[in-house]
């Protein structure tokens, strides 16, 4: 059994059909990733994935248990953490503050050192720390994205679009520190639009075009495969 296993998901906006049919599984310790265009359904499946959208049916497993009646704070509880596209930091916050409210369904005793993880992760939030978030670049607030969520101690991370509107030196760092991240153990499902990024950090792929899985393979294969290459990497 997969770690998290969704099937034959279908997820509606109204009357509009955004995921229709979906099925992947992503085992523990796994970088999967699903790449496709615009309004193919990645965004809205991480969502369902993590109880901000409810499904018309179908089934999201996380270890064997159903997700798709639970609350949102009920599956960051569970250990699947989100961090959604455009970071939706608390910009009138402090670093600090954003950091701790990652931790806010927890009441262990670990908070202090997992903050202190996520600084020695992260230096340029340590050096921000008091600092208001809005006042962060882009990819220092995606970096404070990150980091908060990983305040919640994810065995599963959601990642949206990581890399979307940052400096080509950022969406590099930013991959680096993604890897690190699952190379500590932690699962992640990523969404992101630069596939040739994702391909190259994710054991597995999954390509979607209008709420479908179309094709799915190793990283590696998806890169080596002719029509992605075309469709989503630029090469013919």
Do not use: W
């Amino acid at each position: 059994m997969a770690l998290l296993e969704i099937e034959d998901l279908n997820v509606y906006y109204g009357a509009i059909h955004a995921v229709k049919g979906i099925s992947l599984s992503v085992e523990a310790g796994e970088v999967v990733t699903l790449i496709g265009a615009n309004g193919a359904g990645k965004s809205t499946t991480l969502r369902t994935v993590s109880g901000l959208l409810r499904p018309r049916d179908g089934t999201i497993r996380f270890e064997g248990q159903d997700l798709c009646r639970l609350r949102p704070d009920q599956i960051v509880r569970l250990g699947l953490c989100h961090v959604p596209e455009g970071r939706r930091i608390f910009a009138n916050l402090s670093v600090r503050e954003n950091l701790e409210m990652g931790a806010y369904t927890r009441r262990d005793a670990g908070i202090k050192s997992d903050l202190e993880s996520v600084l020695t992760t992260f230096p340029r939030l340590k050096e921000r720390f008091g600092q208001s978030a809005g006042t962060l670049s882009g990819g220092e607030q995606q970096m404070l994205a990150i980091g908060r969520a990983l305040m919640g101690r994810p065995r599963v991370l959601l990642l949206d679009e990581p890399s979307l509107g940052l400096a080509p030196f950022m969406v590099q760092e930013i991959f680096r520190i993604i890897r690190e991240i699952n190379a500590r153990g932690t699962t992640i499902l990523l969404v992101e639009q630069n596939a040739r990024m994702a391909l190259r950090a994710a054991k597995k792929g999954y390509v979607l075009e209008t709420g479908r899985v179309v094709l799915s393979d190793t990283g590696e294969a998806l890169l080596d495969n002719p029509e992605v290459r075309k469709a989503y990497l630029g090469q013919d």
